[in-house]
């Protein structure tokens, strides 16, 4: 499915007769809550429960405090003689500052981001991989999004008349199928296998590129490792074969690896593309890669501050000038999201004054997370009609449900898509916000949604028990 609109607004517009034409998902879920307002209704609920955007601290998480400490240093300077702040804060904040024009974050930085931060960052891919990581292929910008759109950009040219095809994984992220719309590129979508936990086939990537090259000149890989929506989490070996794969049919490969913190199913583990890249050995080492990291998932779950990075894998020096050209139009990312960037590359080690709080912080996190993960698959698996796979990483829950024939035929009365019929009564009944399968792409003749493992345990427990008592009475009625 190819859709030009991002996520947030993914369900509203699959549906926007039902909508003013000035109206978002934000406005509709607004109206859901029971708030007043011209023409509104009251609603049998409190409050909208929003599992369908990966935003950790609107749904409760807690900031680290070591991140936001030095945010506070450097934005007010003063707290670095006054504040009652640990030695290793004002000492990051201190370095942060001499990397900043006039010591100030509010001056421009170098358009691919503060040297000392780059360097940091290929420190800490060196020590993830074990192998060694130049800084000056490493690109700061706003977000991984902003990133993955200036790299997209490179392959907009056609060639002998052809438009240039990007594949992409089915289920997939809204970014990629929305960027691809905008510049102009072929989308070619390729199926993640539902049956074996949402893994890559080299049988299904195939046959997706030989039917694309009738119409296109396919040119690039994404992969979303650990998986959005689907919350799987590739095996070394799926991953070897995706490369030879690439390397094979000279495919540029994207890999997003934005949740590489978030794994928690026993026996997964995460495998960054380069790692397995450079142990494959000689005969891909000129394997082409972009890998993309942003502050806003992880354990860290800072969206609005806007950091990421993107580190180059054996791109030509020429091509990367001219990507690295084209991204000062934007003059810089945001410094503060560069600072926290810094936090996440560099955090405090061990026998550092911050370093107790921050390991036990970050620890807490994740593990709540993995107990939500596992309680949500195992939840919706006691639900007549569902499938819910392991949630092996990431934020996200991807089950496939089945819809009674008259529900179906309900949607269709109404002229909408069965999944997306099924999201909006729970929205109203319920204040549970979702997004349909078909937002993200879906095998033809199945049903899906995507939730979020986010909401804090309490309201988590209040969501799951509440979709249950709805999915009941929805089967009921529609039996």
């Given at each position: 499915?190819?859709?030009?609109?991002?996520?947030?607004?993914?369900?509203?517009?699959?549906?926007?007769?039902?909508?003013?034409?000035?109206?978002?998902?934000?406005?509709?879920?607004?109206?859901?809550?029971?708030?007043?307002?011209?023409?509104?209704?009251?609603?049998?609920?409190?409050?909208?429960?929003?599992?369908?955007?990966?935003?950790?601290?609107?749904?409760?998480?807690?900031?680290?405090?070591?991140?936001?400490?030095?945010?506070?240093?450097?934005?007010?300077?003063?707290?670095?003689?006054?504040?009652?702040?640990?030695?290793?804060?004002?000492?990051?904040?201190?370095?942060?500052?001499?990397?900043?024009?006039?010591?100030?974050?509010?001056?421009?930085?170098?358009?691919?981001?503060?040297?000392?931060?780059?360097?940091?960052?290929?420190?800490?891919?060196?020590?993830?991989?074990?192998?060694?990581?130049?800084?000056?292929?490493?690109?700061?910008?706003?977000?991984?999004?902003?990133?993955?759109?200036?790299?997209?950009?490179?392959?907009?040219?056609?060639?002998?008349?052809?438009?240039?095809?990007?594949?992409?994984?089915?289920?997939?992220?809204?970014?990629?199928?929305?960027?691809?719309?905008?510049?102009?590129?072929?989308?070619?979508?390729?199926?993640?296998?539902?049956?074996?936990?949402?893994?890559?086939?080299?049988?299904?990537?195939?046959?997706?590129?030989?039917?694309?090259?009738?119409?296109?000149?396919?040119?690039?890989?994404?992969?979303?490792?650990?998986?959005?929506?689907?919350?799987?989490?590739?095996?070394?070996?799926?991953?070897?074969?995706?490369?030879?794969?690439?390397?094979?049919?000279?495919?540029?490969?994207?890999?997003?690896?934005?949740?590489?913190?978030?794994?928690?199913?026993?026996?997964?583990?995460?495998?960054?593309?380069?790692?397995?890249?450079?142990?494959?050995?000689?005969?891909?080492?000129?394997?082409?890669?972009?890998?993309?990291?942003?502050?806003?998932?992880?354990?860290?779950?800072?969206?609005?501050?806007?950091?990421?990075?993107?580190?180059?894998?054996?791109?030509?020096?020429?091509?990367?000038?001219?990507?690295?050209k084209c991204m000062s139009a934007m003059l810089c990312p945001s410094v503060l999201g560069q600072a926290v960037v810094d936090c996440v590359a560099k955090p405090p080690a061990p026998g550092e004054p911050s370093y107790d709080l921050w390991i036990k912080e970050k620890t807490d996190?994740?593990?709540?997370?993995?107990?939500?993960?596992?309680?949500?698959?195992?939840?919706?698996?006691?639900?007549?009609?569902?499938?819910?796979?392991?949630?092996?990483?990431?934020?996200?829950?991807?089950?496939?449900?089945?819809?009674?024939?008259?529900?179906?035929?309900?949607?269709?009365?109404?002229?909408?898509?069965?999944?997306?019929?099924?999201?909006?009564?729970?929205?109203?009944?319920?204040?549970?916000?979702?997004?349909?399968?078909?937002?993200?792409?879906?095998?033809?003749?199945?049903?899906?949604?995507?939730?979020?493992?986010?909401?804090?345990?309490?309201?988590?427990?209040?969501?799951l028990e509440n979709f249950r008592n709805f999915h009941k009475k929805f089967t009921q009625e529609y039996a």
């Open positions: 499915m190819t859709s030009p609109y991002s996520l947030d607004y993914t369900v509203a517009l699959c549906v926007v007769i039902t909508l003013p034409a000035h109206s978002s998902w934000g406005d509709w879920c607004w109206l859901a809550s029971g708030s007043s307002g011209e023409g509104g209704a009251s609603k049998p609920f409190q409050k909208v429960i929003r599992a369908n955007i990966g935003d950790a601290h609107a749904m409760g998480q807690r900031p680290i405090t070591f991140i936001r400490q030095v945010l506070s240093c450097i934005t007010n300077t003063d707290l670095l003689e006054k504040g009652d702040f640990p030695d290793d804060v004002k000492d990051r904040a201190r370095e942060i500052l001499c990397g900043c024009g006039g010591g100030s974050v509010g001056s421009y930085s170098a358009s691919q981001g503060i040297e000392h931060i780059r360097r940091h960052v290929a420190e800490y891919i060196a020590k993830r991989d074990g192998h060694p990581a130049r800084w000056q292929d490493i690109c700061l910008s706003a977000g991984a999004s902003t990133a993955i759109k200036n790299c997209l950009q490179l392959f907009c040219k056609e060639i002998d008349g052809k438009k240039s095809g990007v594949m992409i994984p089915i289920p997939q992220y809204p970014l990629y199928s929305a960027s691809l719309a905008e510049y102009g590129l072929e989308q070619v979508g390729y199926y993640l296998d539902e049956e074996c936990n949402w893994g890559l086939s080299t049988q299904e990537l195939e046959r997706s590129l030989q039917e694309a090259q009738q119409t296109c000149n396919v040119r690039a890989l994404v992969v979303i490792n650990p998986g959005n929506p689907t919350g799987q989490v590739l095996t070394r070996e799926n991953i070897e074969q995706v490369i030879k794969f690439a390397h094979k049919h000279k495919l540029f490969i994207f890999a997003d690896e934005v949740y590489q913190d978030n794994v928690y199913a026993e026996g997964s583990a995460f495998h960054s593309f380069k790692k397995v890249l450079v142990e494959l050995g000689a005969e891909y080492s000129s394997q082409e890669l972009a890998s993309f990291m942003t502050i806003s998932k992880g354990y860290m779950g800072e969206c609005g501050l806007r950091g990421g990075w993107v580190e180059l894998v054996n791109m030509l020096p020429e091509v990367q000038a001219q990507l690295y996190i994740l593990t709540s997370l993995k107990d939500r993960a596992k309680l949500i698959a195992e939840t919706f698996n006691t639900f007549e009609g569902f499938k819910c796979n392991v949630v092996q990483g990431a934020m996200y829950a991807f089950p496939r449900i089945t819809l009674p024939p008259k529900a179906i035929q309900a949607a269709k009365e109404k002229n909408m898509a069965p999944d997306v019929f099924y999201a909006f009564r729970l929205l109203e009944e319920t204040g549970v916000c979702i997004v349909p399968g078909s937002g993200f792409g879906q095998a033809p003749g199945t049903f899906h949604f995507r939730t979020t493992i986010l909401p804090q345990p309490d309201l988590l427990n209040t969501m």
